[in-house]
């Protein structure tokens, strides 16, 4: 991993950091700008500082991470596994918060604007490709499935919200 810093669209290489596992996802702090995780084959999520030569925390937990998100609010990372588990971590605590099984592998996930719902692109077995909306009750470590939106007729793999938590794009 290759960390840049960028001033004015001029970069220069701050430094390199090894990792020994492939990985399959990174996302930055909203609340912490030299802050950053990333998930992968590893089976943890390693919560960075731009300036350490090594994680500040990892986070055990269950198999392989496809795909990570932080919540806007800062405090907690949602990820999905290869073995359609979502889980959701304390960054601060460096806890397990909540885990829900899922039906089929989610590929992407983002959250509310508020923090108390993840958007989960996944395939559905019935009709192709999916959002899937969870609520996640962090004072009682929960999530369940509310409903789902469906996307087209092939699986959904990506998803993106825009800067203002407006339009969904699938």
């Known amino acids: 991993v290759k960390i840049l810093q960028m001033t004015n669209l ?32 590893d089976s943890k999520i390693d919560i960075w500082d731009v300036r350490a030569s090594k994680p500040t925390m990892k986070i055990e937990s269950i198999g392989h991470f496809l795909h990570a998100n932080w919540s806007p609010c800062g405090k907690y990372i949602a990820a999905g596994n290869s073995k359609d588990v979502l889980v959701v971590l304390d960054a601060e605590k460096g806890e397990q918060v909540a885990k829900v099984k899922c039906l089929n592998q ?40 509310m409903f789902e939106v469906a996307g087209h007729a092939a699986e959904a793999t990506f998803l ?5 938590f407006e339009n969904l794009v699938v």
């Open 106 to 145: 989610i590929n992407e996930l983002a959250w509310s604007i508020n923090s108390d719902h993840l958007l989960i692109s996944r395939q559905n077995s019935d009709h192709g490709g999916g959002i899937f909306v969870v609520n996640f009750v962090a004072k009682e470590g929960t999530m369940r499935e």
């Open 160 to 164: 993106k919200i825009d800067n203002k």
């Open 10 to 41: 001029n970069l220069r290489l701050v430094q390199t950091i090894s990792v020994n596992f492939s990985i399959s996802s990174l996302c930055w702090s909203p609340s912490k700008h030299d802050r950053f995780a990333i998930v992968g084959g």
